[in-house]
């Protein structure tokens, strides 16, 4: 089991950036796959990119490609999201979440953490 906290959220001007983290407990960090999944209000909540165990491999929706980057330390049992660029559609609840595997379900979730663009 593994437990999720997300970091890093806050309010930034549209073109700015900002970096969540996702720090996990347990010492099995490097066996789950991590997403970034993100909610607006009013919206249901969407993927938004994903890493593999070792790192060497990541998957991204279209509108965020380019922009933002994921990443991983499994030394320090942390996932990132490098958020570049950001536009206001951005604005969310940002969640980072824990899957055994590749088509997997999504087993373990953080809280979230509120990210606000401003135009």
């Known amino acids: 089991q593994v437990q999720l906290v997300e970091s890093g959220g806050g309010l930034v001007q549209a073109g700015g950036s900002l970096r969540l983290s996702c720090a996990a407990s347990?010492?099995?960090?490097?066996?789950?796959?991590v997403g970034w999944f993100r909610q607006a209000p009013g919206k249901e909540r969407e993927f938004v990119t994903a890493?593999?165990?070792?790192?060497?491999?990541?998957y991204s929706r279209d509108s965020v490609k380019g922009r933002f980057t994921i990443s991983r330390d499994n030394a320090k049992n942390t996932v990132y999201l490098q958020m570049n660029s950001v536009k206001p559609d951005d604005t969310a609840v940002y969640y980072c979440?824990?899957?055994?595997?590749?088509?997997?379900?999504?087993?373990?979730w953080g809280q979230g953490t509120q990210v606000t663009v401003s135009s």
């Open positions: 979440a824990a899957s055994e595997g590749v088509g997997l379900p999504y087993s373990y």
């Open positions: 347990g010492r099995t960090f490097n066996s789950y796959v």
């Open positions: 890493i593999s165990r070792s790192g060497d491999s990541t």
